[in-house]
């Protein structure tokens, strides 16, 4: 993962979200928190995505994620933007299951989910060609945006980063989700990699210390 000096490994709560998706100041933000919320990807494996990438019912909507890291390798190939090396693995499907409108009126817990997931959908439907990129941006794009939305909307600090680990966070909080699964969805070779994204590294704050911290906020 890229050093930042951003704090990583606070946890965002969907109330987070919701204050900065509604303070975006385009769809393009809002497509942007949507992906990053609900897959916990990484903000360049985001920015490859085209609508050939989805396929889309009435229960869910599938997306074939290209798994894509950071580092210094020997092979490296450079994004349209021409600043990241990467790595690719392999692509991953994450299923993603639809919240129905009358679901979302029901039932206020399941509103941010349906708004999440349309936006996606969305944007996907809106593009005629197949292989556009469904957010032609920079990840340089990606960092700013949600920069400034976390100052705006949640005073905190933030990257797209702390989407992930918020993600894989709240993921195993699931007792049906295994390591494997965790590893699969996040397009992890070692369980080492999970297990740092739920229980954080010692330079940054620990797990305990952000739970606190954020219990003092009253959140």
Partial sequence: MPKYSHDVYDLLYEEDVRKMF???RNENERVLISLLWLTG???QEILMLTPSRFKISPES??????????GRTKRKTELMDGTTALLTYRDRPLTIPRV???????N????GAFKYGETIIKRVYSIPNPETRILNYTVRWAQLSINRLGMEAIQKKICPYTFRHSFFYWYMQDPSHTMTDAMNWKGALTSK?????IRGKPKFLSL???ISRNRSRGR
């Avoid at 909507?61 to 950071?70: H, N, S």
């Avoid at 206020?108 to 509103?111: G, I, K, T, V, Y």
């Fill in 22 to 24: 509604d303070l975006a």
């Fill in 41 to 43: 990807a990484r903000p």
């Fill in 61 to 70: 909507f599938l997306i074939q994620m290209p798994t894509l890291k950071i």
């Fill in 100 to 106: 129905r409108a009358e679901e979302a009126t029901t």
């Fill in 108 to 111: 206020p817990a399941m509103e």
């Fill in 193 to 197: 990699s999970v297990d740092t994204y």
């Fill in 208 to 210: 305990n210390n952000v």
